[in-house]
T-cell receptor, first 116, second 111 residues
Framework: NAGVTQTPKFRVLKTGQSMTLLCAQDMNHEYMYWYRQDPGMGLRLIHYSVGEGTTAKGEVPDGYNVSRLKKQNFLLGLESAAPSQTSVYFCASRRRPGVDSNQPQHFGDGTRLSIL | SQQGEEDPQALSIQEGENATMNCSYK?????LQWYRQNSGRGLVHLILIRSNEREKHSGRLRVTLDTSKKSSSLLITASRAADTASYFC???????????FGKGTRLHILP
């Protein structure tokens, strides 16, 4: 059981380049999330999805797009990378909140992205 | 803006002592969660407390929640060197149970 897998683990881009970060989970979770973590800022929510085919904006969505074509995958895209997007990106997934709302998130190990 | 704010930002204590971290938040919540992050790794869920609960225990962890003050605390008893990590609180709120994290507390256990 791999849990949440993020690819790639590291990437260096030039300003203006585009790329897609992949998050895959094998726990059949309905909800998936993308966060970025910067020094002193904690984790900030970029986009999230409550099910296949649905996405929603988080706290810092500008400059990013997401897609959830398959339940197990959540893709984060940078169309034109900027130095301000240098960060560590984390993906998380969880089951749909039930009556008791007792559903923690499961995290991947992160993708370290540098924009030159 | 971020929902949760941890206090203190950093904490250093001797091994064997108790460590207490606090979290304050701004809006009504469904539940509050605490996570741990070791350097260079993803976050690991520690404990969840629902909005109608006031205290919860898990091993050496004790979490309290005061919804009237919009605050929570995490107590780690009998700390160990392996507890050195960053600790984050996260609030789940709204119909989608959207989860927002605080900035974290860096805990360093001195041998």
């Amino acid at each position: 059981n791999a849990g949440v897998t993020q690819t790639p683990k590291f990437r260096v881009l030039k300003t203006g380049q585009s790329m897609t970060l992949l998050c895959a989970q094998d726990m059949n979770h309905e909800y998936m999330y993308w966060y970025r973590q910067d020094p002193g800022m904690g984790l900030r929510l970029i986009h999230y999805s409550v099910g296949e085919g649905t996405t929603a904006k988080g706290e810092v969505p500008d400059g990013y797009n997401v897609s959830r074509l398959k339940k197990q995958n959540f893709l984060l895209g940078l169309e034109s990378a900027a130095p301000s997007q240098t960060s560590v990106y984390f993906c998380a997934s969880r089951r749909r909140p039930g009556v008791d709302s007792n559903q923690p998130q499961h995290f991947g190990d992160g993708t370290r992205l540098s924009i030159l | 803006s971020q929902q949760g704010e941890e206090d203190p930002q950093a904490l250093s204590i001797q091994e064997g002592e108790n460590a207490t971290m606090n979290c304050s938040y701004k809006t009504s919540i469904n539940n509050l969660q605490w996570y741990r992050q070791n350097s260079g790794r993803g976050l690991v869920h520690l404990i969840l407390i629902r909005s109608n609960e006031r205290e919860k225990h898990s091993g050496r962890l004790r979490v309290t929640l005061d919804t009237s003050k919009k605050s929570s605390s995490l107590l780690i008893t009998a700390s160990r060197a392996a507890d050195t990590a960053s600790y984050f609180c996260a609030t789940a709120a709204g119909r989608d149970d959207k989860i927002i994290f605080g900035k974290g507390t860096r805990l360093h256990i001195l041998p």
